[in-house]
C-alpha cells in the first residue's frame, strides 16, 4: 500500500507580488505616494520662501537686549490691502534710546522690514535718521494680501517685523561702525492697534 503525498509548495512571494500588483499599485499611488509628497510640498514652500532679513542672506539676528540700545515700540496702525493689492501700511511709533555705556554712540538709522512667512514678499520703510531717546513713527507700505492661501490650509498669517540699526560707536578714540538686525514681536490686541479696512 503506498501512501502518496503529494508535496503543497507555498506560493513563493515573487507570485504573491505578481497575483497582487494591481492592488498594490493602488495602494502606492494613492496612499504612500500622497504620504511622501504632501509633507515635502509643504516644508519645500516654506523653505524656499523664509523671509531674507534686508536683503542680505549672511544677516544674523541679534536680541535686542544684546544691542546698546532699549526699543520701545508699538504697531499703532494697520491698514489691510485692498482688492488690487493697494494702499496697505504697517505704522509703528517707536523710541530708541541709548542704554548706559561707556561708548559714545552717533549717526543712528533705523529701517523697519515687514515679511511672510510662506511667500516671498518683503517690504520696508525708509531709513531714518534717529535723534536717541526721541518718540519717532515709521510707515511700513504692504500691499500684499494677508488672507491669501499660498497652499491648501496654509495662508501667510501676520508679517514678522524686523527692524535693522545702523550706528557709529566710538569707544577710547576707536570708532566702529555697525548693523544690526532684530526681530520685533508684535501682537495687534496688546499694542492696541488701530485697524482700518481696505
Known sequence: MGINMKKTSKPSKI?????HKLVLF?????VVLPIIMVP???????????????????AELTRIEDTPFTLDYK?????????????????IRYTLTKKDTFSTISNVKLTYQLSTNWERYTATSTEQINPLGTERIA???????????ILPFVN??????????????????????HVVYVKLPY???????????A
Do not use: C
Open 15 to 19: 507570485s504573491w507580488f505578481l497575483r
Open 26 to 30: 493602488i495602494v502606492l499611488v494613492f
Open 40 to 58: 515635502t510640498i509643504y516644508i519645500t514652500q516654506y523653505n524656499t520662501n523664509k523671509p531674507i532679513i534686508f536683503e542680505d542672506k549672511k
Open 75 to 91: 504697531v499703532i496702525e494697520m491698514r489691510e490691502t485692498s482688492s488690487d493689492l493697494k494702499g496697505g501700511y504697517f505704522r
Open 139 to 149: 510707515q511700513v507700505n504692504f500691499d500684499f494680501d494677508l488672507d491669501k492661501n
Open 156 to 177: 501667510s498669517g501676520t508679517p514678522i517685523l524686523f527692524a535693522r540699526i545702523v550706528y557709529t560707536e566710538t569707544l577710547l578714540n576707536s570708532t566702529l561702525e
Open 187 to 197: 501682537d495687534f490686541v496688546s499694542h492696541a492697534t488701530k485697524i482700518i479696512p
